[in-house]
C-alpha cells in the first residue's frame, strides 16, 4: 500500500485541520489505518487508529474528544479531524496501515507526513 498524507498546515491555537491519507496500490478495505505523530525532539506516538470497516476505533487520551478519525473505503482515504488544537499538537502526522489492527508502531506500510504547526 502506498500512502500519501497530506492537509497539514498553520493554525492558531484552537483551530481546526483535517489530514487525509490517499491509499493507493492495494485494497485499502483490507487494511487497518492508523495516525501518528511526532514533534520535535520526541518520539513517534499513537494518536488514532480503525479497523478495515471502520467500526473499531482507538484513540490516544490526548486526541479523545478533539480528534476524529475515518475512513471512506470507496474513496480509498482516510481522515483525521483536529479540532481545538494547542500548542503542543504541532508535530509531523503520519498515517500507516496494517492488515492487523494495532496501536504499537509496527505497521507495514507508512505515509511520508505532514506537518501540522499550532501556534499560540
Known amino acids: 500500500v502506498q500512502l500519501q498524507a497530506s492537509g497539514g498546515g498553520l493554525v492558531q491555537a484552537g483551530g481546526s485541520l483535517r489530514l487525509s491519507c490517499a491509499a493507493s496500490g492495494r485494497t485499502f478495505s483490507n487494511y487497518a489505518m492508523g495516525w501518528f505523530r511526532r514533534a520535535p525532539g520526541k518520539e513517534r506516538e499513537f494518536v488514532a487508529v480503525i479497523g478495515s470497516s471502520g467500526r473499531t476505533i482507538y484513540y490516544v487520551d490526548f486526541a479523545k474528544g478533539r480528534f476524529t478519525i475515518s475512513r471512506d473505503n470507496a474513496e480509498n482515504t482516510g481522515y483525521l479531524q483536529m479540532n481545538s488544537l494547542k500548542p503542543e499538537d504541532t508535530a509531523v502526522y503520519y498515517c500507516?496501515?496494517?492488515?492487523?489492527?494495532?496501536?504499537?508502531?509496527?505497521?507495514?506500510?507508512w505515509g511520508q507526513g505532514t506537518l501540522v504547526t499550532v501556534s499560540s
Open positions: 500507516a496501515a496494517d492488515r492487523t489492527l494495532r496501536t504499537d508502531r509496527n505497521y507495514a506500510y
